[in-house]
């Protein structure tokens, strides 16, 4: 007779006591928050287009030309000048800086002479898309001496902040207030759990790439249910999504849900952009107060962003509870978090481009769950043309999935075998 053997969850340790936070919002004044608080994200320009992304809406744009030499001016009042600018098609260069306390300026330089010839905002008021085209040297001239062109969010997002921001009015560190998402899989308890987590959505896009416009949050939502497929293939893992929707979720919220529901592993799925047109394929992130490079630590600082709406942090964990979280962190979890990366890293070589050094380490909060193993896996640059595309196709998609569900194969079976 052939025994059948089942990958089992392994017995919880620690943590019988549970860490209490204060709720945040039970007294929040909402009414008083500022009309106008937005970092810029990103500015990216590329041939026919220049997209600058907020995290939160502004008051409005003022573009304008300038000469000796040739640039193109943003004024962006009610906005914070941010890092992450991508140049791109007659754009040579991207600049920011802060005009004033109430005004960041964004600096083309231009290569060739260009134009603006239009502008507007998105539904959201958190996305403003200029059309640029190259022009002639006495076209641009005449730019010149037209003044400046002023472009406004949509009224309504000048007017009052849209009520999907007071959304979240419940104390957030106590647990997911709308419940847990669905587990898919074997209706058996004993099967190892993996949740998998799409970065970004709802009012948050992401990354938004210069090539086409893919959204971070629709990529990394179609590469979670792709995941998903891939692993119910076998039949030896459950699998739930922190979000199979386009809905925005709360860092802390992402990996509560993986706590709630005991999962074996969580992993955080994102698609970024860089500076470097040129910089292509995926790295696996682990956990580290210390960041194992500038690189790292500013996307960290970027991605935790994420929880900044309308000036007031939703995640509220000041550096003293970040503390906390760490000291309480298992060491063994955090050793099974960087074997499974460097797991994943093997089967994805086959599959999908990887980044020299694309085992790294930085402080994001989704990564913070002290009792269960966890990475970031940013598959790609959507800023990358070839990224973009592999990225964005099924065919890719697929071949994603496919790096992932081996490792977590390979992962739990080792689990096992070590038991």
């Given at each position: 007779m052939?025994?059948?053997?089942?990958?089992?969850?392994?017995?919880?340790?620690m943590?019988?006591?549970?860490?209490?936070?204060?709720?945040?919002f039970s007294?929040?004044?909402?009414?008083?928050?500022?009309?106008?608080?937005?970092?810029?994200?990103?500015?990216?320009a590329s041939d026919?287009?220049?997209?600058?992304?907020?995290?939160?809406?502004v008051?409005?744009?003022t573009?304008?030309?300038?000469a000796?030499?040739?640039?193109?001016?943003?004024?962006v009042?009610?906005?914070t000048a941010?890092?992450?600018?991508?140049a791109?098609?007659?754009?040579?260069?991207?600049?920011?800086?802060?005009?004033?306390?109430?005004?960041?300026?964004?600096?083309?330089?231009?290569?060739?002479?260009?134009?603006?010839?239009?502008?507007?905002?998105?539904?959201d008021?958190?996305?403003?898309?200029?059309?640029v085209?190259?022009?002639g040297?006495?076209?641009?001239?005449?730019?010149?001496?037209?003044?400046?062109?002023?472009?406004?969010?949509p009224?309504a997002?000048?007017?009052?902040?849209?009520?999907?921001?007071?959304?979240v009015?419940?104390p957030?560190?106590?647990?997911?207030?709308?419940?847990?998402?669905?587990?898919?899989?074997?209706?058996?308890?004993?099967?190892?759990?993996?949740v998998?987590?799409?970065?970004?959505?709802?009012?948050?896009?992401?990354?938004?790439?210069?090539?086409?416009?893919?959204r971070?949050?629709?990529?990394?939502?179609?590469?979670?249910?792709?995941?998903?497929?891939?692993?119910?293939?076998?039949?030896r893992?459950?699998?739930a999504?922190?979000?199979d929707?386009?809905?925005?979720?709360?860092?802390?919220?992402?990996?509560?849900i993986?706590?709630k529901?005991?999962?074996?592993?969580?992993?955080?799925?994102?698609?970024?952009?860089?500076?470097n047109?040129?910089?292509?394929g995926?790295?696996?992130?682990?956990?580290?107060?210390?960041?194992?490079?500038?690189?790292?630590?500013?996307?960290?600082?970027r991605?935790?962003?994420?929880?900044?709406?309308?000036?007031?942090?939703l995640?509220?964990?000041?550096?003293?509870?970040?503390s906390?979280?760490?000291?309480?962190t298992?060491?063994?979890?955090?050793?099974v978090?960087?074997?499974?990366?460097?797991?994943?890293?093997?089967?994805?070589?086959?599959?999908?481009?990887?980044?020299?050094?694309?085992?790294?380490?930085?402080?994001?909060i989704v990564?913070?769950?002290?009792?269960?193993?966890?990475?970031?896996f940013e598959t790609?640059?959507?800023?990358?043309?070839?990224?973009?595309?592999?990225?964005?196709?099924?065919?890719?998609?697929?071949?994603?999935a496919?790096?992932?569900?081996?490792a977590?194969?390979?992962?739990?079976?080792?689990?096992?075998?070590?038991?």
């Amino acid at each position: 007779m052939v025994q059948r053997k089942f990958w089992t969850r392994r017995p919880t340790k620690m943590h019988n006591k549970t860490m209490l936070f204060a709720a945040l919002f039970s007294a929040l004044p909402f009414t008083m928050l500022p009309a106008f608080a937005g970092t810029i994200r990103q500015v990216a320009a590329s041939d026919g287009a220049v997209v600058i992304q907020f995290d939160d809406v502004v008051s409005k744009a003022t573009v304008f030309a300038l000469a000796r030499p040739d640039r193109i001016a943003i004024d962006v009042s009610g906005a914070t000048a941010g890092l992450n600018s991508l140049a791109g098609g007659p754009v040579s260069n991207v600049r920011q800086g802060q005009l004033d306390s109430n005004t960041a300026r964004i600096v083309l330089d231009l290569a060739q002479p260009a134009v603006v010839t239009g502008g507007t905002f998105s539904e959201d008021g958190k996305i403003l898309r200029l059309s640029v085209r190259s022009a002639g040297a006495s076209e641009f001239s005449g730019t010149l001496g037209r003044g400046k062109t002023e472009i406004a969010p949509p009224l309504a997002f000048r007017a009052e902040p849209p009520k999907r921001r007071y959304e979240v009015s419940a104390p957030i560190r106590t647990g997911v207030a709308k419940g847990l998402p669905t587990v898919s899989g074997p209706a058996d308890s004993k099967l190892p759990l993996v949740v998998i987590d799409a970065g970004h959505g709802g009012h948050d896009p992401g990354a938004i790439s210069p090539h086409g416009g893919k959204r971070e949050k629709d990529v990394t939502l179609a590469i979670a249910k792709a995941v998903r497929s891939e692993m119910l293939k076998t039949g030896r893992v459950r699998v739930a999504l922190t979000r199979d929707t386009d809905k925005f979720l709360v860092l802390e919220d992402r990996f509560e849900i993986a706590r709630k529901m005991k999962a074996d592993l969580f992993i955080s799925i994102h698609a970024d952009s860089a500076e470097n047109p040129e910089a292509n394929g995926g790295t696996v992130y682990t956990l580290s107060e210390v960041a194992s490079d500038r690189q790292a630590q500013r996307l960290a600082a970027r991605e935790n962003k994420a929880n900044i709406i309308n000036g007031v942090n939703l995640g509220g964990a000041d550096a003293n509870v970040s503390s906390i979280l760490i000291d309480l962190t298992q060491r063994e979890t955090m050793n099974v978090s960087a074997d499974f990366a460097k797991l994943l890293l093997r089967e994805a070589k086959p599959n999908m481009r990887i980044r020299t050094n694309s085992h790294r380490f930085a402080s994001f909060i989704v990564l913070k769950a002290p009792d269960t193993p966890s990475i970031l896996f940013e598959t790609g640059y959507l800023s990358n043309a070839d990224d973009v595309d592999f990225l964005a196709s099924v065919e890719g998609q697929q071949k994603v999935a496919r790096s992932v569900a081996n490792a977590i194969q390979v992962h739990f079976a080792r689990r096992l075998a070590s038991r």
